[in-house]
């Protein structure tokens, strides 16, 4: 199939540093095994025994949130703390929905009359408040984050009574190293709810780091850990499941939009049904299979629900000295208030950019207008950053 491609040049010095920097000690450390972290969170939870929490998830909650978010729960019920496992988005991946239904996990999405002043405090979990709506309503509502715990790069947002943010390549590993430290409950134990809880984290594992490839030490100690609970039949009715006709459409624009060059294969979808936004990470990831191919870029702009617009991204490398938070926060930049449109860990990211005052119409020619110019401003940030020139590409 043709595909476009555009000339490159080397990337500015401080573009470069942004995006490459130098390995540090702390990322060669192997971040499972970790007794004294697993003390800390019982100490923490020993502090809030009986309370009410809010476990805060980020808008499209993936696997490993999920399962983390259950995790949480499970073991927070342990000391009396009762909890909800909240949403603002949608759960619209497949895989998702399944993991959802087949293992009967308790998450609820947000509506507007759910009374969030009712709980003690607020954890968010696989993020740090820039990924959910639920950061500036849990504000107004003045319920105090008490926790986070996570695996992005530190976003800076939230300042939580107590975190636990380890550069590993899924949360499922810390809650998988909680669990290991036999200070809570032990999974052997054969309940049914603990072989799910295993099976859950063992799939968030498997999704995050795309079947084991982007996985580091920690990740592999876990697996080993959640191999002797985990319902192998379970994980694959999870995996069983095809993908929709709205993702298979998503991937197929972003095979002919695509622009290719020095190893990047970016492309924006245009209009992207919000039951169909897990298409854009599953069409980053197909991208990303081409040869030649070690950073792949979707992007597209949500719409039809409630007129609500925004221009939704992912990211993933397999470039070993792409730092990709660095890098979509140097091609996209912050809000007004100083928030960063996205962020990232090792490997993959997300950006999120609300399109604002242009959302809403569904006339047809004003939308055309609206995604030319979102998707030229944005294209021409992120070639910018990976040190691409912005000449028509050729057909």
């Known amino acids: ?22 390995a540090s000690a ?4 192997v971040w499972f095994g970790d007794d004294a972290r697993a003390a800390s969170f019982r100490a923490f939870l020993e502090a809030h025994r009986d309370e009410t929490h ?15 978010g259950w995790a949480y729960g499970q073991i927070a ?21 399944a993991l959802v239904h087949v293992l009967e996990v308790p998450v609820v999405r947000f509506t507007e009359n759910m009374p969030l002043d009712r709980y003690d405090g607020a954890v968010f979990i696989d993020n740090q408040g820039t990924t959910t709506r639920l950061t500036d309503r849990l504000e ?20 939580p009574e107590w975190s636990d943010i380890r550069p590993v390549g899924a949360v499922a590993t810390i809650f998988a190293d909680y669990l290991r430290s036999g200070l809570f409950f032990t999974l052997g134990e054969k309940k049914p709810v603990h072989a799910a809880l295993a099976t859950a984290l063992m799939h968030a594992l498997r999704s995050e780091t795309n079947g084991f490839m982007r996985a580091g030490p920690a990740e592999y100690a876990a697996g080993q850990f959640l191999s002797h609970y985990h319902d192998r039949d379970l994980v694959e009715r999870i995996l069983r499941v095809q993908r929709s006709r709205g993702t298979m459409d998503v991937i197929r624009v972003a095979l002919t939009e695509r622009v290719v060059a020095e190893g990047f294969s970016i492309a924006g979808v245009g209009y992207v049904r919000h039951a169909d936004r897990d298409a854009i990470p599953q069409a980053t990831d197909f991208l990303l299979t081409e040869e030649n191919v070690n950073t792949a870029i979707v992007f597209g702009i949500l719409a039809g629900e409630g007129g609500r617009e925004i221009v939704v ?6 470039r070993l000295t792409l730092d990709v938070d660095a890098f979509i926060k140097a091609s996209l930049g912050a809000d007004a208030r100083g928030r960063f449109y996205g962020g990232g860990r090792s490997g993959a990211g997300g950006f999120e950019i609300p399109v604002g005052f242009l959302e809403g119409s569904a006339e047809a020619d ?7 110019a979102f998707n030229q401003q944005i294209m021409g940030r992120l070639l910018r950053a990976a040190g ?6 050729d057909e």
């Open 77 to 97: 019920a342990g000391f009396g703390i009762t909890t909800d496992i909240v949403y603002e988005g949608r759960i619209s991946h497949q895989e998702n929905l």
């Open 388 to 393: 691409i020139n912005e000449e028509t590409p």
């Open 313 to 318: 991204g992912s990211v993933r490398t397999t």
């Open 1 to 22: 199939m043709p595909r476009k491609t555009t000339t490159a040049k080397p990337p500015a010095e401080s573009t470069r540093e942004a995006a490459e920097p130098a």
């Open 366 to 372: 004003q939308m055309k207008l609206k995604w030319e």
């Open 140 to 159: 107004a509502a003045r319920v105090p984050t008490l926790a986070v715990i996570d695996h992005h790069a530190r976003q800076g947002l939230l300042q």
């Open 26 to 29: 702390e990322s060669s450390k």
């Open 54 to 68: 809010i476990i805060a998830l980020q808008d499209f909650p993936d696997p490993d949130a999920i399962a983390a």
